[in-house]
């Protein structure tokens, strides 16, 4: 079974609360902090030089996003990126995920009736897999 599979749950208000604030901190960091900061340097600079205008916060925030666009367009090292759909997880994973799960399931009714369809899908296509196994009787049936 796989070991690296990551869950994340975000139950409730204080789930949603807690996320936000990662993504807002997330931003801050990464987007606001660095557009604070070319928006200091530009203004330092523009004081030296009296036909430039000062700037504001969104200036510098777009400032920084120039920036990190033409570093990433004209550096020498190609940035490649491959999408591809993961593997899925083989029958015998899949039902040894779901044993786990329906043992921490025991009192939430919706995971229970999950696990019934779950169940159900696999029987269903066991039988079909079975059925189509040997054709030859298939079509001996048939006559």
Same mark, same amino acid.
């Given at each position: 079974m796989r070991k690296n599979l990551n869950v994340i749950q975000i139950r409730g208000i204080k789930g949603l609360f807690v996320?936000?604030?990662i993504v807002c901190c997330l931003a801050a960091g990464f987007i606001v902090f660095p557009g604070w900061v070319w928006m200091h340097i530009w203004n330092f600079g523009a +004081?030296?030089? +009296?036909?430039?205008?000062s700037i504001g916060l969104i200036q510098g925030i777009l400032l920084w996003g120039i920036i990190l666009a033409a570093y990433f367009t004209f550096r020498r090292e190609k940035i490649v990126v491959c999408v591809r759909s993961p593997k899925g997880l083989s029958e015998d994973e899949l039902k040894t995920v779901f044993a786990d799960? $329906? $043992? #921490?399931? #025991?009192d939430d009714p919706v995971l229970q009736a999950m696990m019934k369809a779950r169940e159900a899908e696999l029987k269903i296509n066991t039988i079909d897999a079975g059925q189509n196994d040997n054709p030859e009787q298939e079509e001996e049936n048939k006559n």
């Open positions: 996320a936000g604030m +004081s030296y030089i +009296s036909n430039l205008p799960i $329906k $043992k #921490q399931a #025991q």
